[in-house]
Structure formats: C-alpha cells, structure tokens
C-alpha cells in the first residue's frame, strides 16, 4: 500500500507543473538575452521539431503492423503537399480507423 496522501499527489503535480514551466520559459529568457543568433545555432533550432517528430514516429514505423506503415505513409505524403499538421493527423487516423475495423476487426 502507498503512503502518498492527497496533499503528496497535488504536490507531485505543482512540482510538475513548475518544471513544465521552467523549461519552456528557460528557452525564451536564454534567447532573448542574447542580441545575435549565430545561423549554425538558428539552423540547429530550426532541425528541432523535424528530430522529436521523426523519435515519434519511428518507433510506431518499425514496431506498428501494416496498417500503422499505410497510415504514416498517407500522413508524410499530406504533409509534403499540405502545410498544416491537422490534414496529417486526420488522415493518418482515419487509415488505421478503416484499417482496423475492416480487414483487422
């Protein structure tokens, strides 16, 4: 049995919550005290969100059947055409929906 009371558990999520935050204001203090962005560094930041969505996807490529490879690979052709992510996701899940009910279930 735990011996976490409620108190325990609402501290846990303000301590949380804090780090959160912490290391989402971190990034905008540290950049706006600095006057000049090298263009290494800038190209660096700009590979950042192309990085953690491909350690997102991968796994789901290389792990997920052949309805999970069909539903990304719907997504990546959307995403080359479309800039908005909102057509990816929809699409994406709405392949491994029809996948699933339809030849899986």
């Known amino acids: 049995m735990s011996n976490f009371t409620d108190d325990h558990i609402v501290l846990v999520i303000l301590a949380a919550a804090l780090a959160t935050y912490m290391t ?3 990034g905008y203090l ?6 000049h962005i090298p263009p290494r560094v800038e190209a660096a930041l700009n590979a950042i969100p192309a990085a953690v969505l491909t350690t997102l996807v991968a796994p789901a490529f290389y792990a997920g059947g ?3 490879k069909l539903a990304l ?3 990546l052709l959307l995403g080359l055409r479309y800039a908005s992510p ?3 996701i929809a699409v994406g899940w709405a392949v491994v929906m029809i996948a699933r009910y339809f030849v899986i279930g």
């Open 73 to 75: 690979a719907a997504a």
């Open 24 to 26: 989402r204001i971190a």
């Open 86 to 88: 909102l057509p990816m």
């Open 30 to 35: 540290l950049l706006s005290a600095v006057s």
């Open 66 to 68: 052949w309805d999970t």
